[in-house]
C-alpha cells in the first residue's frame, strides 16, 4: 500500500512539475546553460595563482608606504625646533644592487645564483635645513636612498611585472613560476598567510567559566587594545588591561558623561528584559555611591594601573579619562572629549550580549570565516618598516641633537647625512630571512612567519603560496577551530589540510580566493549619509533601536541609522556593481542584529560569483562569445555588472545557485564552476568527489612530494636539493585545474598501465610489483641534485685561500681525477667517495702581520681540500660549477652533483588518491601478465587496496584513462564535473571502451605469464598516473658494524648522516630482561658499545688508576696499590661518577666475587 | 549444449560411455577455456596423464599425436610483425617461445658510450640511456658476447660515433638516430693513459682493438650497420650546443636489460570459439549483431524474411563479453578459447625478421632441452 501511495504521489509530483514548467516556460524568459568555464582562465590570467600576495605587496608599495611616510614625516631636532628635516615623497626604484660604487641592475635569478637580495631602493624627496646658526637655507633633495626594499617577485616594482614568455625566458625565469615570494641571500622566503580573528569588530561568545562576553580587538595606526565587557554573577564588568581589576560597566558609562541610568536603559533598549538584566550592575554603581562622572573617574582613578616610572603628579589627573579615551575601544574615535559614540558603542555592545544571554543562537562563532582575517606580506611588511622607518628617524634626531648639542661647531651643517639607510635595509632582510617579526611599537613577536619556498614539485610551490597559518599554537586541543567550517565554502579548500597536530589549523586557499586589501573608509561614509543614513550625533538613546530601523556599521564604526535598510543596502550594491564604489566592499544586512554592516578592510576573503536576476544569469552567451573571441576580459564582467565578488559575510544575503538550471526565484548569484571551491593541490586528484575524502586529504599531502619538473629553469637552478624525473608525462586523465595551473607543463608522474591483481605475494601492504622492461625503459628513473659550495676566503691580513692546479701524479693524484687544471671539478665529470672536488689551499696565519700578503710561499699554505662524501659505491657525475662572490667579496663556488637514480625495491610511489605503497619486488617483463592485445602491465597493485579505502574515484580514473589512450582523447575527471562537462561520465567511458573492443567494465582477459594459460579471473587494467615521491630507500638504508664514536661517552653516534648505530633502546632492553637474555644485554650494552677498563678500589670504593710506567694500578685516594681490583664498565658509566664526584657526591663501588 | 539437458537420471540409468572417448561436457573442459561473464573457467590444461583413466582414455602426452596434429599457419608476415596460428601444442610449450622471444634471444645494443662532449640539457646517462634504446639493424648471430675481462674487437663490439654540433645563431636542431655513424675501424678516441704518439706510423691505442675492418667482413661488406630506424629522436640542441661521443655496442640478452630485447613485444591469445547456443532470430538477432564492437555476428537470410544471427567473424572476438553481458544473453551465446590453438604475434624490433626471431628460439628451446637431457644421463 505504501508503496503504491507513495507512487501516485509521485506521480501527481510530477504532473504538477510538468505544468509547472509548462508555465513558467511560458512566462520565463528562456534559460539556457551558458559554458562560463571560460572565465575561469580568464580569471586566472588577469589574477594569477598568487593573486593575494601580489595585491597585498602592491598595495603595500603603492599606497602603504606612502601613507607611513607622510605619517612620520618631519625630523625635527629639539636643540633647535628651527633645523628640521622633512620627506616629501617616497617611491620605490627598480631592483638593483650597488656593487664598486656601480649601480647594477638585478633579475631575480641572478640573485638566485649570486645569493643575493632581490630588492630594490626606496628613494625619498627632501626638505631640509642647512647652514649653522644665523645663515639657514631651505634645501630640497630628489631620490635620496634611505634603505633596500626587498622586492616580491611579479609584483609591480619587479622587473618580471607584465613580461611575456620570451622575455621571462631571457630573465632566466619560468613563465609558470608564480612569483610572489621574495628572494632573500639567495634564498627564496614566502611570507605565509597569517590567519586572525577580525580587528574592530564585537565578537561575543563565551569565557571558560561560561560567562557571556563581548570583547573588541582595536586596532588603529596609533593604538591596539582590547576591550572585554563581561557578565559575571549577574553583573557587567569591563576588563582592560590599564586597569588593575575589573570594573563595573555602569561606572564606565557615568564615567562617560552617561551619568543618567535611565538613558543607558534607552540606549539598550526599553525592553524590560534588557533592564532587568542590567539592573544588578545600576545597583552595584549606586552601592559604590557613584552618581556623577566626577564620582566616576575618581573610582575609575584607584584603579588605574600605576606606570612604574612615571611623573605621578602630571599624570593624576586624567589618567582614567584618558584611558577611556585613547585605549578603551580605541577603534572608535573620540572627537573633542565627546564620548557620545563611545558610549552608544558600549550600548550596542551591552545589549548584543544580552541577546546573546537571553538566546544562545545569538553567540558568534570565532571559527566562522566571516570572522576571520587574513594577513598577508604586505600588511606584516608595512608595520615592519613603520617600525624600521620610525627607529630610523628617532636615531637621526639623536645624532642631531647631539651635534647640534656641541657648543661649537665649524662644519656646515648638513641634515640630510645623517639619514643612515642600513638599518632598514638590515632590518628588512633579517626579518625575512629569521622569519621572526619582533616589532616592539607594536608588542608583536611572532616566529617562523617566513619559510623557504617548497621548490620539491610545481605543486608544492603553489601550495605553499596558497597555504593559510593559524592564528593560535598547534597544541591547543580543542576541535572547534579544525572542523571544516560551512562558510569556508569556496573560500578555502576542504581537502587540503595537513595530517597529524596541524590538522585543520593549516589550511589552504581555494581557485578562485581573493584576499582583499584596505580602501579608504571617507568616501563609503559620506556615501551612506547621502544615501539616508541618519547621523549617530543626532539620534537620542530611545531612537537608537526602534523597530524598523537598522544601525549601520562601517568597518566596525556605527556611522547611524537607516530605516529602510534593504533599500540602502541593494543601492549600496548597485553602485558597487556600477563600480561607483570598491568592488570589494561587502554589504551585509543582519536580520538578527538589525544591522547592516559594510566592510571595506583588508584581509576578507571574497571570491567572484555571476549574479543572477530572479534566477536568470546575467551572463548570456554572447557575453561568453565576446570573451572566447577576446574583445572582452574578466574586468570587463566585473565592469558591466556580471560578476561580482562576495565576501563570506554578504554570501549570507544571496542565495547562490550551483548550476544554472538550479535557479529558482529567488536566486540572486550563481557560482561560476563549482570545482574552484577546491584549492591547487586537490584540483590535481581525478574524479575527488568519488573518493572517501581522507583519501584527497592525503594525496594532497603527497603531490607535494612527487618529482617531476619543479619549473622551466630547472636545469640552472642551484637548489640545495632538486629531485627531478627523467621522462615526466602529463596525465591521461586531467582536470580543468591541472589545465589552469599549468600540472599539464610541469607535471609529476607517469602514466602507468597498471594491473589489479595479487601476485607473488611482494604486494602485500600496499606494496607494488614492478615491470622490469619498464625500468629498463626509464619509468620513474629520477635525477637527484644536490649542491656543494666552498669558499675561497680573505683573511684579515689580507692572505687568502688559494685553489691550485692538481697533482697529476703521486700519492694523491688518483683522489684528484676528476679535478680540471683550475683546481675545480670539471662538470660532467664522475665524482666518487673521497674525490677531491676542490682543490683549495688556505694560509697556516691568517691573523696578524704577514709580509707580502699575495707572495706567500707554499710553505705557508696548508691544504683544506673538500671531498665528496656520498654513500659508497655510488656514482654521482657533477653537473655544473659555478663561479659568484659573495656578500664579502669571497669567490663562493657552487657544484651541482648529480645522480640518476632507477627505481629500486623499497621506493615510494603513490597515485593521485592518497594510495601510497612501496616497490615490493621488480620482476622480469615475461614473468608478468600480458592481455589479449600483449599489454603488459608496469606495475601491479594488489586489490585489498580498495575496499577499506573506498577511492573509487581511482578506479574511474583507470577507465578513463584507458578510454583515453585508446581513443586518443584525454578525458576529464574534474571535481563534480559531470553535469558541466568538465568529467566524463562513466557511462560514456564505458562506452568508448567498448567501441574499442575492450570490456565495459574495463577488465581483460589476461595470460599468465609464468605458465601461459588464461588466469581464473578478468582483471581490472588500465593506466593510472603514479607519481613518484621523494622518499627513496638509498636514501634511508643504513647498516654498521664497529664505527665513529661520540668523544664525550665513547657510545656509537647516532642517526645516519654521521653513520651511527642502531640502538638497543629501553623497551627493546626491557624484552630482553624479560627473556632473560643477560648475556646479550651484556654484550649490546657494554661489549659492543663503550667497554672500559677501570681500576677499582676495593676499600674505598673509588675509581684508581694505572700506572704503565710502573706498570701498577693505584688508588689516588688511599695512596696505594693494595687492593686494586681491575674490572670492565661502561664508559658513560665511569663518566657518570666522576661526574658525581665534581658536583659532591661519592659514588662508591663495591665489589664482591661473582 | 550438453549440460542443460541433463534431467536428473540415476547413476545407473546414465547411458554408458563409450570407452576410449570422453563424454562432451568432459571433452569441452579439456579443450576449451569457457569465458563466462564473471570470470573465464577451466583455464588450466589437464597434463596428469591418468586423468581420465577411469574413462578409458589415455590423457598422456604422445609424440605421435603431436606430430601428426601439430601444425603451424602464418597469417600475416612483414619485415616486422608476424601473425600465425600455432594449433595443437600446449599452453606451456607457446609460453616457452614467447618468454624466449622476449628475455634469451640475443641482439646488440648500445652499451658503452663514451662521452666526449656534451653540452646539451640532456644529461650524459640520460643521454646514454636512450642511446642504448635505439634498436639496431644487425645480425646478432655474427657477433660474440663480451665477457667480462674481454677486450673489445671487431668479433664483440659495434662502433658508432655521433658528433652534432648546433652552430651558433642557427635555431634549435634535433639529432636523431640517423646521426650515428657507424665506425667499422673501431674506436677513434686514444686511451687517456696513452702517451702522445711517438711513432707517427704506430696507430695510438684506442678504446677498442679491433684487427680489421669490419666492412671487409663479407656479411657487413654491403651492408652497412646502423640504428633500424632513422627517426628517433636522441636530442635537441640549442644554439652552440654540441654533442661528441662514441658508443659502442655490445651482444645481450633481454632479461639483462629490455634493450637488448629482440621484440617490441611477443604475445598469444587462444583462439576465440563463439558459439550459439540457441537459434537467435529476428529482432533480436540484429541487437546482438549490433552489440559487438568487433562484429563477429553477422545475419543470415534463412528464407522467408526471417533472419537468424550466424558466427561470422570468431576469430576477431575481443572479449569484451558485450555479447554476453546483461539478461540471459548468456543462455544465447558462449564465448570460448580453444586451448591448444595459439594466435602467436611478434613484433621485431628489427634486428632480426620475425620468422627468423621465431626460428631461433625454437633452437634455443631445443638446448635447453639438450642440456637437460645432457644433465640428466
Known amino acids: 500500500m505504501g508503496v503504491k501511495e507513495e507512487d501516485s504521489a509521485l506521480l501527481n509530483d510530477l504532473q504538477e512539475q510538468g505544468l509547472k514548467i509548462d508555465k513558467q516556460s511560458l512566462a520565463a524568459p528562456v534559460k539556457s546553460a551558458v559554458d562560463k568555464f571560460q572565465l575561469l582562465p580568464e580569471f586566472l590570467k588577469v589574477r594569477g595563482l598568487v593573486k593575494q600576495h601580489l595585491d597585498s605587496f602592491n598595495y603595500f608599495l603603492r599606497t602603504q608606504i606612502k601613507k607611513i611616510v607622510r605619517a612620520n614625516d618631519l625630523i625635527t631636532s629639539r636643540v633647535d625646533p628651527s633645523i628640521y628635516l622633512r620627506y616629501k615623497d617616497v617611491r620605490i626604484g627598480e631592483p638593483s644592487i650597488i656593487i664598486d660604487g656601480v649601480t647594477e641592475k638585478l633579475t631575480p635569478h641572478k640573485c638566485r645564483l649570486a645569493d643575493l637580495t632581490y630588492a630594490a631602493p626606496i628613494y625619498v624627496n627632501i626638505e631640509y635645513i642647512t647652514g649653522s646658526h644665523g645663515s639657514k637655507t631651505t634645501q630640497m633633495k630628489r631620490d635620496v636612498i634611505i634603505g633596500r626594499m626587498p622586492i616580491m617577485l611579479r609584483s609591480c616594482c619587479c622587473v618580471l611585472y607584465g613580461k611575456d614568455e620570451e622575455e621571462l625566458a631571457r630573465c632566466g625565469e619560468c613563465p609558470l613560476d608564480p612569483g610572489g615570494y621574495f628572494v632573500i641571500k639567495g634564498t627564496e622566503k614566502v611570507i605565509l598567510i597569517q590567519e586572525q580573528l577580525s580587528k574592530n569588530r564585537i565578537i561575543i561568545d563565551t569565557d571558560k567559566k561560561n560567562c557571556v562576553q563581548a570583547s573588541v580587538t582595536s586596532s588603529t595606526e596609533a593604538t591596539k587594545s582590547k576591550t572585554v565587557i563581561k557578565m559575571e554573577k549577574e553583573k557587567i564588568y569591563l576588563y582592560l588591561n590599564q586597569f588593575t581589576s575589573k570594573v563595573p560597566i555602569m561606572m564606565v558609562m557615568k564615567a562617560m558623561g552617561m551619568e543618567s541610568d535611565q538613558e543607558v536603559v534607552q540606549m539598550i533598549g526599553r525592553d524590560p528584559r534588557y533592564s532587568e538584566l542590567l539592573l544588578p550592575s545600576i545597583e552595584d554603581c549606586a552601592k559604590e555611591a557613584v552618581y556623577t562622572q566626577y564620582q566616576a573617574l575618581e573610582y575609575l582613578e584607584q584603579k588605574v594601573k600605576k606606570l612604574p616610572y612615571s611623573n605621578a603628579l602630571i599624570e593624576k589627573e586624567g589618567r582614567a579619562l584618558g584611558i577611556l579615551r585613547d585605549i578603551f575601544l580605541a577603534n572608535i574615535p573620540v572627537q573633542q572629549d565627546n564620548f557620545r559614540p563611545k558610549c552608544i558603542y558600549v550600548a550596542v555592545m551591552l545589549r548584543r550580549m544580552m541577546e546573546a544571554i537571553l538566546n544562545k543562537d545569538a553567540m558568534d562563532d570565532k571559527d566562522y570565516a566571516g570572522n576571520k582575517r587574513l594577513e598577508l606580506s604586505g600588511q606584516l611588511l608595512s608595520l615592519l618598516f613603520e617600525d624600521l622607518f620610525k627607529t630610523m628617524n628617532d636615531e637621526a634626531r639623536k645624532t642631531i641633537d647631539t651635534i647640534l648639542a656641541k657648543p661649537s661647531r665649524s662644519s656646515r651643517f648638513d641634515i640630510s647625512q645623517f639619514i643612515v639607510k642600513d638599518s632598514i635595509t638590515v632590518g628588512l632582510e633579517r626579518t625575512l630571512s629569521t622569519g621572526n617579526w619582533d616589532v616592539k611599537r607594536f608588542r608583536m613577536h611572532r616566529k617562523g612567519m617566513t619559510q623557504v619556498v617548497a621548490r620539491l614539485s610545481y605543486i608544492g610551490t603553489l601550495g605553499h603560496m596558497t597555504k593559510v597559518s593559524p592564528q593560535f599554537e598547534k597544541s591547543r586541543k580543542v576541535s572547534g577551530p579544525r572542523a571544516l567550517q560551512p562558510s569556508q565554502w569556496g573560500m578555502l579548500c576542504p581537502c587540503d589540510t595537513p595530517e597529524g597536530e596541524a590538522c585543520g589549523l593549516v589550511k589552504n586557499l581555494a581557485l578562485m580566493t581573493h584576499v582583499t586589501t584596505d580602501e579608504d573608509e571617507a568616501p563609503l561614509v559620506s556615501l551612506c549619509y547621502s544615501l539616508g543614513v541618519e547621523d549617530l550625533e543626532l539620534l537620542s538613546g530611545e531612537e537608537l533601536h526602534m523597530p524598523n530601523s537598522y544601525l549601520i556599521i562601517l568597518n566596525g564604526l556605527i556611522l547611524g541609522k537607516h530605516r529602510r535598510p534593504q533599500r540602502f543596502a541593494n543601492a549600496m550594491r548597485k553602485l558597487r556593481r556600477a563600480g561607483k564604489i570598491g568592488e570589494f566592499v561587502s554589504i551585509f544586512v543582519n536580520e538578527k542584529q538589525r544591522c547592516v554592516y559594510i566592510a571595506s578592510d583588508g584581509g576578507r576573503v571574497c571570491r567572484p560569483l555571476v549574479i543572477a536576476d530572479k534566477g536568470v544569469s546575467r551572463i548570456k552567451e554572447h557575453h561568453m562569445k565576446e570573451l572566447r573571441d577576446g574583445v572582452r576580459t574578466f574586468d570587463s564582467f566585473l565592469k558591466d555588472g556580471l560578476i561580482e565578488y562576495l565576501d563570506v559575510n554578504e554570501e549570507n544575503n544571496a542565495l547562490i545557485a550551483l548550476y544554472e538550471e538550479n535557479a529558482k526565484e529567488g536566486t540572486t548569484h550563481i557560482e561560476i564552476e563549482p570545482f574552484t571551491i577546491l584549492g591547487v593541490c586537490a584540483g590535481l586528484i581525478p574524479y575527488p568527489h568519488h573518493n572517501q575524502s581522507p583519501r584527497n586529504t592525503y594525496q594532497c599531502a603527497m603531490g607535494k612530494q612527487a618529482m617531476g619538473n619543479i619549473a622551466y629553469n630547472e636545469l640552472t637552478r642551484m637548489d640545495t636539493l632538486i629531485y627531478l624525473l627523467v621522462y615526466p608525462q602529463r596525465p591521461l586523465l586531467t582536470t580543468r585545474t591541472i589545465e589552469l595551473v599549468g600540472y599539464d607543463k610541469l607535471g609529476a608522474g607517469q602514466n602507468a598501465t597498471v594491473a589489479v591483481m595479487s601476485y607473488s605475494g611482494y604486494d602485500i601492504e600496499d606494496a607494488i610489483v614492478m615491470n622490469k622492461s619498464s625500468l629498463d625503459r626509464g619509468f620513474g628513473r629520477c635525477i637527484v641534485m644536490k649542491k656543494m659550495a666552498a669558499i675561497s676566503q680573505k683573511y684579515e691580513n689580507g692572505t687568502s685561500d688559494r685553489i691550485i692546479r692538481p697533482q697529476r701524479e703521486g700519492y694523491e693524484a688518483e683522489r684528484m681525477q676528476i679535478l680540471d687544471d683550475d683546481g675545480l671539478a670539471a662538470p660532467g665529470e664522475i665524482i666518487r667517495p673521497h674525490d677531491i672536488y676542490i682543490n683549495k689551499e688556505s694560509p697556516t696565519i691568517t691573523r696578524g702581520p704577514v709580509t707580502s700578503p699575495m707572495g706567500l710561499p707554499d710553505s705557508a699554505y696548508k691544504p683544506s681540500r673538500q671531498t665528496y662524501k656520498g654513500p659508497e659505491g655510488e656514482t654521482a657525475v657533477v653537473d655544473r660549477v659555478s663561479l659568484c662572490s659573495d656578500k664579502n667579496n669571497n669567490l663562493c663556488i657552487k657544484f651541482m652533483i648529480r645522480h640518476t637514480r632507477r627505481p629500486e625495491v623499497g621506493d615510494k610511489f603513490s597515485s593521485r588518491h592518497g594510495q601510497k605503497g612501496v616497490c615490493g619486488t621488480i620482476v622480469q617483463q615475461e614473468d608478468l601478465p600480458f592481455s589479449e592485445r600483449g599489454i603488459c602491465p608496469d606495475l601491479i597493485m594488489n586489490p585489498h587496496g580498495f575496499p577499506s579505502r573506498m577511492t573509487v574515484g581511482k578506479m574511474i580514473e583507470l577507465l578513463g584513462s584507458k578510454a583515453g589512450v585508446s581513443s586518443g582523447r584525454f578525458h576529464y575527471g574534474s571535481a563534480f564535473g559531470e553535469p558541466s562537462g568538465h568529467a566524463d561520465r562513466v557511462e560514456a567511458i564505458s562506452e568508448t571502451l567498448v567501441k574499442h573492443g575492450f570490456s565495459y567494465n574495463g577488465k581483460d582477459f589476461i595470460y599468465s605469464g609464468i605458465t601461459g594459460e588464461p588466469l581464473q579471473a578478468y582483471i581490472f587494467m588500465g593506466p593510472i598516473y603514479y607519481q613518484k615521491l621523494k622518499h627513496m630507500v638509498l636514501d634511508k638504508m643504513h647498516a654498521r658494524g664497529s664505527g665513529p664514536r661520540v668523544m664525550i661517552t665513547r657510545q656509537p653516534t647516532e642517526g645516519r648522516s654521521r653513520n651511527g648505530g642502531l640502538r638497543v633502546g629501553e623497551m627493546e632492553r626491557d624484552c630482553l630482561i624479560a627473556y632473560g637474555a643477560s648475556m646479550l644485554i651484556y654484550e649490546r650494552l657494554m661489549i659492543s658499545s663503550d667497554p672500559f677498563e677501570v681500576q677499582v678500589c676495593r676499600k674505598c670504593g673509588l675509581l684508581g688508576y694505572y700506572n704503565f710506567k710502573l706498570k701498577t694500578a693505584n688508588c689516588s685516594t688511599c695512596k696505594n696499590g693494595d687492593n686494586i681490583s681491575t674490572m670492565k664498565l661502561p664508559y658513560a658509566c665511569k663518566l657518570l661518577f666522576q661526574e658525581l664526584q665534581a658536583m659532591n657526591i661519592v659514588p662508591r663501588l663495591k665489589l664482591t666475587e661473582a | ?377
Open chain 2, 1 to 377: 549444449m550438453e549440460e542443460q539437458k541433463t534431467p536428473k537420471i540415476p547413476v545407473w540409468d546414465l547411458p554408458d560411455v563409450p570407452k576410449g572417448k570422453l563424454p562432451p561436457h568432459l571433452e569441452l573442459q579439456r579443450t576449451r577455456v569457457l569465458c563466462t561473464s564473471d570470470a573465464p573457467t577451466h583455464t588450466e590444461n589437464i597434463r596428469y596423464s591418468g586423468a581420465y583413466a577411469s574413462m578409458g582414455v589415455d590423457n598422456s602426452l604422445r609424440l605421435g599425436h603431436f606430430r601428426d596434429n601439430f601444425r603451424v599457419e602464418v597469417i600475416t608476415l612483414t619485415e616486422d610483425d608476424m601473425e600465425f596460428d600455432m594449433i595443437g601444442i600446449d599452453a606451456s610449450l607457446a609460453n616457452a617461445f614467447r618468454r624466449i622471444l622476449i628475455a634469451e634471444l640475443p641482439t646488440m645494443a648500445i652499451e658503452k658510450v663514451l662521452i666526449a662532449n656534451n653540452t646539451s640539457v640532456i644529461q650524459d646517462e640520460v643521454l646514454a640511456h636512450r642511446l642504448g634504446l635505439v634498436p639496431l639493424k644487425v645480425d646478432p648471430r655474427l657477433f660474440e658476447y663480451m665477457s667480462e675481462n674481454d677486450v673489445p674487437n671487431e668479433k664483440n663490439t659495434i662502433v658508432f660515433k655521433l658528433h652534432s654540433r648546433c652552430e651558433r645563431g642557427s635555431s634549435r636542431i634535433k639529432v636523431l638516430s640517423n646521426e650515428l655513424q657507424w665506425l667499422p675501424r673501431g674506436s677513434e678516441f686514444t686511451l687517456s693513459t696513452e702517451k702522445p704518439a711517438v711513432d707517427p706510423t704506430s696507430r695510438p691505442r684506442t678504446y677498442t682493438s679491433f684487427n680489421c675492418s669490419q666492412d671487409s667482413l663479407p656479411e657487413f661488406s654491403n651492408n652497412p650497420i646502423g640504428p633500424k630506424h632513422d627517426d628517433i629522436m636522441i636530442a635537441k640542441l640549442g644554439p652552440g650546443q654540441e654533442i661528441e661521443l662514441e658508443a659502442h655496442a655490445v651482444k645481450g640478452m633481454g632479461k639483462t636489460h629490455a634493450k637488448w630485447s629482440p621484440v617490441a613485444t611477443a604475445w598469444y591469445r587462444m583462439l576465440p570459439e563463439v558459439v550459439l547456443l540457441q537459434e537467435i532470430e529476428g529482432e533480436k538477432a540484429e541487437e546482438l549483431v549490433k552489440k559487438c564492437p568487433v562484429k563477429v555476428f553477422d545475419i543470415e537470410d534463412i528464407g522467408k524474411g526471417r533472419k537468424r544471427a550466424t558466427v561470422a567473424r570468431p576469430r576477431s572476438c575481443t572479449l569484451c563479453r558485450e555479447c554476453i553481458r546483461g539478461d540471459d544473453w548468456d543462455k544465447h551465446v558462449a564465448l570460448r578459447r580453444v586451448k591448444d590453438h595459439f594466435i602467436f604475434t611478434i613484433e621485431s624490433t628489427g634486428a632480426l625478421h620475425p620468422e627468423v626471431l621465431f626460428t631461433e628460439a625454437v633452437k634455443i628451446l631445443e638446448d635447453k632441452c639438450e642440456r637437460v637431457i645432457t644433465e640428466l644421463s
